[in-house]
């Protein structure tokens, strides 16, 4: 009986012993738990705490940027006897005010005709004469515009209605820019160089834009007609008279461009995909043969159209006299209108002239509106017409008879193949994007 007894209990206190080794372990788990929330709770709110501190500083820059914005656009008034005063003990005086700084602007569109034989072109170019920085600098000179204007066109809301290339000319040119009400046209001519003239100013609407809103363009080529004689024959520049025939044979050539047409032959880096490359040429005819003062036979080539390409005229003039000439065949004018990519002429610049810039929807709009004159600058024709005989058409007059610069030009034709261009990759599609970076680049 003892030893049951013994026994009994020794096996109720190993029970008792497991039972308590059991609920300790139990407990020290639940305490690892309950510690492990409680540092991720205590982390969590941490992390919160410092995002919010974030926010609130990104929150704060952003208030200072927008009040520092404000406070450049709020006009400030100045101490100026405080100011003086100060600049007085540093030894420095307070420029005078220039009127020019609060003159009232108002958007203007100028008639401006250049000779560019002696330019690289009109547009500003860093260290390159051009027609807009001699522009610039008379306009800046006679405080037409400020300079901050000067440094930044765009200040000033200046625009061309084309872009011409070296040694391309214009009859008529127009750009639009805020000017001054009160301008001296002749004191401001006498500080451009005597190939540069502005002969007219026109008020225009606050929303006028010379490129966007002008809805043609026409230009001139002049050329000897030595150009069109026979390629077999040989012909000299001062004696050859273009006979009736051949004339029309031009004029025949010419037409065939009129129409809406992709012209992606007759630029650089244009994909017959790129919508683009589709423009419409509303007329292209020649002249009567008439004689230079230096006995030298001339014949002007005049094309209208909507918006040209870069170096578009130069080479459609190029294939045409190539075809009258007899160096290829109207068939190469009818396969570089279609996807071939064909290796064409393109003639000299000299003879290119910028002649009209249309704004024929402008003009039925706002110049019959009783506060706006159309722009078509008939009162300043006749002094227009001298500037272009004496300046432009005399320069070429002058340089194809000394130079030749034709003759040597159609010395080259044989050497094109007239053919599909295998030198160089077609340009990557456009993807169906319209682009007009090209637009009157050259032309």
């Known amino acids: 009986m003892l030893f049951k007894h013994i026994l009994s209990s020794y096996t109720k206190a190993v029970r008792l012993k497991t039972l308590l080794l059991t609920e300790s372990k139990h407990c020290h788990r639940y305490k690892s738990f309950a510690a492990a929330m409680?540092?991720?709770?205590?982390?969590?709110?941490?992390?919160?705490?410092?995002?919010k501190a974030a926010k609130a500083v990104e929150d704060e820059a952003v208030k200072d940027t927008n009040r520092i914005k404000r406070n450049l656009k709020r006009k400030k008034w100045v101490d100026w006897k405080t100011q003086d005063d100060e600049e007085a003990a540093n030894g420095t005086k307070r420029a005078p005010f220039d009127p020019a700084d609060r003159i009232k602007r108002k958007k203007s569109a100028i008639l401006l005709s250049y000779c560019g034989a002696n330019y690289y072109g009109m547009q500003r170019n860093p260290g390159m004469q051009t027609i807009e920085e001699e522009l610039f600098k008379a306009m800046l000179k006679h405080k037409w515009i400020t300079e901050d204007s000067y440094d930044q066109a765009q200040i000033a809301c200046f625009q061309r209605a084309a872009r011409t290339d070296k040694g391309v000319s214009a009859a008529r040119q127009i750009c639009s820019?805020?000017?001054?009400?009160?301008?001296?046209?002749?004191?401001?001519?006498?500080?451009l160089p005597e190939q540069i003239r502005l002969f007219g100013v026109e008020r225009v609407t606050k929303g006028f834009n010379a490129k966007d809103q002008c809805n043609a363009r026409t230009y001139t080529y002049t050329l000897p007609t030595v150009a069109f004689a026979p390629c077999e024959a040989e012909s000299e520049q001062e004696t050859f008279r273009i006979e009736p025939e051949l004339l029309e044979k031009v004029k025949e050539t010419l037409k065939l461009y009129e129409g809406t047409k992709n012209f992606h032959n007759f630029t650089s880096k244009k994909n017959f995909l790129d919508p683009s490359a589709k423009r419409f040429i509303m007329s292209f005819t020649s002249s009567d043969p008439f004689q230079?003062?230096?006995?030298?036979?001339?014949?002007?080539?005049k094309v209208k159209g909507q918006s040209f390409m870069l170096h578009q005229i130069r080479k459609m003039v190029g294939l045409a006299i190539a075809i009258v000439r007899g160096n290829t065949t109207a068939i190469t004018l009818e396969r570089a209108l279609t996807e071939e990519r064909l290796d064409l002429p393109m003639a000299p610049g000299l003879g290119l002239v910028l002649d009209t810039v249309h704004y024929e929807r402008y003009n039925e709009r706002y110049g019959k509106d009783g506060i706006h004159n159309p722009l078509t600058w008939e009162a300043q024709e006749t002094q227009v017409q001298d500037f272009v005989e004496r300046q432009i058409f005399s320069q070429i007059y002058k340089t194809?008879?000394?130079?030749?610069?034709?003759?040597?030009w159609i010395g080259t034709l044989h050497y094109h193949s007239y053919d599909t261009r295998k030198d160089e990759p077609p340009p990557a599609p456009a993807g169906g994007k319209s682009s007009k970076a090209d637009d009157d680049n050259d032309e």
């Open 400 to 408: 194809e008879a000394e130079q030749r610069n034709m003759l040597d």
């Open 177 to 191: 820019v805020k000017l001054p009400e009160e301008l001296d046209l002749e004191a401001f001519n006498a500080d």
């Open 292 to 301: 230079s003062p230096q006995g030298v036979e001339f014949v002007t080539l």
């Open 38 to 51: 409680s540092e991720a709770l205590d982390k969590l709110e941490l992390d919160n705490a410092a995002k």
